[in-house]
């Protein structure tokens, strides 16, 4: 048998994608688990009614001034979010602002728990968060 270490989920893209045969498109491994951290960081923390564990503590302090105070607070919500993803181990957080365009940038490094590395970029402002690219 396989090791299925990172599981297997639907392919969520704006709902379930699907195959030109009509079947649910499927993913695993480390595709998987990068779904599993995006969702985990673009769900505002508490959003589930069955884990308010579950999600970004970024959302609370959107609208709060952007200061170098906030950006460690931001940096810290997102270790804490990522934290209760056990298939992987943070490696870094990094949040840097642009205080004139009231925006900031992220960037997260992660090892996945069978080894190998992914980073995630996105950028925060007042309506919310975006990720830029991964891989």
């Not at 957080?93 to 900031?104: D, G, I, M, P, S």
Request: proline residues 2%.
């Amino acid at each position: 048998m396989e090791d299925d270490w990172a599981g297997t989920d639907f392919l969520l893209t704006d709902d379930l994608s699907t195959s030109n045969q009509g079947d649910y498109v499927l993913i695993a491994d480390t595709d998987n688990v990068d779904q599993a951290v995006i969702r985990r960081i673009m769900t505002p923390l508490g959003s589930l009614f069955y884990d308010d564990t579950y999600g970004n503590g970024v959302y609370d302090i959107l609208s709060d001034p952007m200061t170098p105070a906030w950006a460690a607070d931001a940096q810290q919500k997102m270790q804490d979010c990522l934290s209760y993803e056990v298939r992987i181990q943070v490696i870094s957080v990094h949040v840097v602002l642009l205080n004139e365009q009231r925006k900031a940038f992220f960037s997260i490094i992660y090892q996945y728990a069978n080894g190998g590395t992914n980073t995630l970029q996105g950028g925060i402002t007042d309506a919310g968060l975006s990720i830029q690219n991964g891989g």
